[in-house]
């Protein structure tokens, strides 16, 4: 099944690192060997770009670029509304693919395909929108206005838990603003990524896009620390680890350019008295155990209220123990595996960290072991009783580790909520107006996104996503997040007979 699959999205057993659009290069790089964590069988193996072919894809899309920039932008719109159709083609075999090279379960390797699709409806309307302000000049027979103009090259970092939809929050709004991309897609995940380039070349080709509008380069760390410092690309957008993103955006800073960064998350869900307790649970287990924990909007700290503490937490400790772990292209099951084997070492380590520092266990750990989990990827959804304040709580752990924590007002579960590094998504469950609309105040949550009775993940396209703090402050996906990738330009033109200064200045001659 899964061979049929790679065949129609033309993954070949050896594949090459780099394209420019419909044009792949042949790669010289280190060759990465990629496995699936749902069975640990080899899947395909891809070489990596090196320097030199690294540096052709980027003059490419450079020049791709003066032509790209000129279509208009509604044109452009039209390419990305016939890439959302190809993707509609493609669902069900690209889903998979995500569900097994990432480990994701079925479900939501077809949402994320979705989330893709969503994006490109979004970006065409966008393409008629692209809009700026007008203001009354001080000077008689004056106008002023502002335009917004593409940037150049929108380099895009991705990370694995997401191998595509994020690309697509960037790609699409950057196409529709004129730019052109380059893609670094995780070196865990590229098969996803080919697949992709290979699901739209033909619009490209049809349409006459200039070759270099959709360039990928395949590799490792090195890869994005070239895109980092190439000061031919005005914008990187990257996702990822907050240590990541500090480097990326030390280098880009350092030659002043634009960064936007959407990094790790300390998701925390404030369960309260009035909170309808069997929804919350939903909202609590699948934010907490989708995508086995690894999402940046994971749920992965609870803070309930002491009243309900006991009621809450057995409901959950029975929620946990009808958990189905397993092959995530069986639709029965709910959790797959952890991307890979030292991502599992990383869990064992907060394991033992978090007893190191005095938490206890309500739902105990581990590694599965046996038939249907021969890839060592496969671990048990946790839950720890601890304090907010401990050191590993404060971090944030890719995997499916849930704390929890009791609190006795509203104004300190607030406090609680917000006193971790990081700031992206948050949750409150209430029935109650008073504590909802103060979660929701200039005094309430700190993330990103903040919301009332549903989870921290699973963040529909429409709203700008992204988050505070340690987060890394970008805003990606809906709303008005397309500014971040354009230049804004003041334009006043005179069309009088004068030529009267600003601030009433005199300059006789
Ligand atoms: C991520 O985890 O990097 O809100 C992105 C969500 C998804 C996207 C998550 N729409 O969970």
């Known amino acids: 099944m899964i061979a049929d699959i790679l065949q129609q999205l033309h ?8 394209s420019t659009g419909t044009t792949w290069l042949n790669t010289s790089g280190a060759v990465l060997d990629i496995s699936s964590p749902a069975d640990g069988k080899a899947i395909a193996k891809v070489s990596s770009v090196n320097r030199s072919e690294y540096d052709t894809v980027i003059a490419q899309a450079k020049e791709a670029f003066k032509e790209w920039r000129t279509w208009p932008a509604p044109r452009r719109g039209e390419i990305v509304r016939q890439i959302g159709e190809a993707l509609r083609k493609n669902k069900t075999a690209l889903g998979k693919l995500v569900s097994y090279e990432m480990g994701k379960s079925l479900q939501e390797g077809w949402g994320e395909v979705q989330e893709m699709i969503d994006i490109c409806d979004f970006a065409v309307g966008l393409s008629r929108q692209l809009h700026g302000l ?56 590229p098969l996803s990524a080919i697949a992709c380039q290979h699901i739209i070349k033909d619009v490209l080709k049809e349409n006459n896009v200039p070759e270099g509008v959709c360039g990928l380069v395949i590799g490792g760390r090195e890869v994005g620390e070239w895109l980092a410092a190439d000061t031919r690309i005005p914008l990187i957008s990257a996702t990822g680890s907050t240590r990541m993103g500090k480097i990326v955006s030390s280098v880009v800073g350092a030659r002043l350019g634009r960064s936007l960064l959407e990094l790790g998350g300390n998701n925390a869900i404030i369960i309260t008295p009035d909170a309808d307790l069997d929804m919350a649970l939903i909202g609590c287990v699948f934010g907490a155990v989708g995508t086995a924990g690894q999402r940046c909007t994971s749920t992965r700290r609870l803070i309930i209220h002491e009243s309900v503490y006991e009621t809450f937490t057995q409901k959950l400790v029975k929620a946990y ?55 060592g990827c496969y671990v048990k959804p946790c839950i720890a009783a601890v304090e907010n304040s401990y050191p590993i709580v404060q971090h944030e752990t890719f995997a499916p580790i849930l704390y929890v924590m009791k609190y006795k007002t509203i104004e300190e579960a607030i406090a609680m909520q917000n006193d971790v590094p990081q700031g992206l998504s948050s949750a409150i469950m209430t029935l109650n107006l008073r504590e909802a609309e103060l979660f929701l105040s200039h005094g309430g949550s700190d993330c990103g996104i903040a919301n009332v009775n549903i989870g921290t ?50 300059f006789d001659l």
Not at 154 to 162: C, K, P, R, V
């Open 11 to 18: 993954i070949q057993p050896e594949n090459k690192g780099a």
């Open 457 to 506: 993940s699973g963040a529909e396209i429409g709203g700008a996503f992204g988050g505070e703090k340690e987060t890394g402050g970008g805003r990606e996906s809906g709303s008005d997040a397309w500014r971040a990738y354009m230049r804004r330009q003041t334009n006043t033109i005179n069309y009088s007979t004068q030529l009267p200064l600003a601030q009433g200045i005199k």
């Open 134 to 189: 007008t203001m009354h000049s001080e000077r008689p027979g004056h106008r002023m206005y502002e335009q917004w103009h593409p940037l150049g090259i929108t380099g895009i970092i991705s990370a694995f838990n997401f191998p595509v939809a994020v690309w697509s929050w960037n790609a699409m709004l950057a196409w529709v603003c004129g730019n052109v991309c380059v893609w670094k897609p995780s070196e865990k995940t």
């Open 321 to 375: 123990g009808q958990l189905r772990i397993g092959d995530p292209l069986d639709e029965q099951n709910h959790v797959g595996p952890l991307i890979d084997k030292h991502a599992v070492q990383l869990y064992l380590q907060s394991i033992e960290d978090i007893r190191k520092q005095g938490g206890s266990f309500l739902v105990e750990g581990g590694v599965l072991n046996g038939d249907a989990y021969t890839s």
